[in-house]
């Protein structure tokens, strides 16, 4: 089977553009969960979603959203992009959103110049 | 609120050697703790996980941890460290008391193995 799959691998942004992330989790999974890891640090939690609907949000700016599509992909949008969010993004889906094993896809690489 | 402190940022094994990777977290209630594994340009491994059931948890690849609460601490341990085992390790507690399962993530232990 398919593990969590992300799209782009890597891309380049201008500070103040938007960019959008893409997200599939694994067949039959149903939560996705972002997280945003800046070089030399661990990911840090942005959103859960789980059957559409947002179930938790970590600490960043409402310039981060995110939503969730009937089939349980997900995409990522960060607004006026700022130098400081050039990081590794990262997927990640488990079957419910109480589900302990939370599986990772290969993440985004965003640099903003 | 759920946090995990990394007590080494780097640890150096030589092949063959025991390896220990130092973790203590800070809950307020009976944590869900774990440790991945990230190689360069790949994703995040779950290696092991603890949900309150046996203190001592067995993962995959030799890898091991125990849940002390009373030194409220979830170290990673193997008894021989292979040349593959060179990665970045992150212990990270799970705050599903929230109303959603998010994980918190340590700085991070980056593992080298000597040959």
């Known amino acids: 089977d398919a593990g969590v799959t992300q799209s782009p691998t890597h891309l380049i942004k201008t500070r103040g553009q938007q960019v959008t992330l893409r997200c599939s989790p694994i067949?039959?999974?149903?939560?996705v969960s972002w997280y945003q890891q800046v070089l030399g640090q661990g990911p840090q939690f942005i959103f859960q979603?789980?059957?559409?609907?947002?179930?938790g949000r970590g600490n960043f700016p409402d310039r981060f959203s995110a939503r969730q599509f009937p089939n349980y992909s997900s995409e990522l949008n960060v607004n006026a992009l700022l130098l400081g969010d050039s990081a590794l993004y990262l997927c990640?889906?488990?079957?419910?959103?109480?589900?302990?094993?939370?599986?990772f896809g290969p993440g985004t690489r965003l640099t903003v110049t | 609120a759920q946090s995990v402190t990394q007590l080494d940022s780097h640890v150096s094994v030589s092949e063959g050697t025991p390896v220990l990777l130092r973790c203590n977290y800070s809950?307020?209630?009976?944590?869900?703790l774990f440790w991945y594994v990230q190689h360069p340009n790949k994703g995040l491994q779950l290696l092991l996980k603890?949900?309150?059931?046996?203190?001592l948890v067995k993962g995959i690849n030799g890898f091991e941890a125990e849940f002390k609460k009373s030194e409220t601490s979830f170290h990673l341990t193997k008894p021989s460290a292979h040349m593959s085992d060179a990665a970045e390790y992150f212990c990270?507690?799970?705050?599903?008391?929230?109303?959603?399962?998010?994980?918190?993530f340590g700085t991070g232990t980056r593992l080298t193995v000597i040959p």
């Open positions: 990270v507690v799970s705050d599903e008391g929230y109303g959603a399962n998010n994980l918190f």
């Open positions: 979603y789980y059957e559409k609907e947002e179930r």
């Open positions: 067949s039959g999974h149903k939560s």
């Open positions: 603890y949900t309150s059931a046996a203190t």
């Open positions: 990640a889906s488990s079957y419910e959103w109480t589900a302990y094993e939370q599986y």
């Open positions: 809950s307020s209630y009976s944590p869900s």
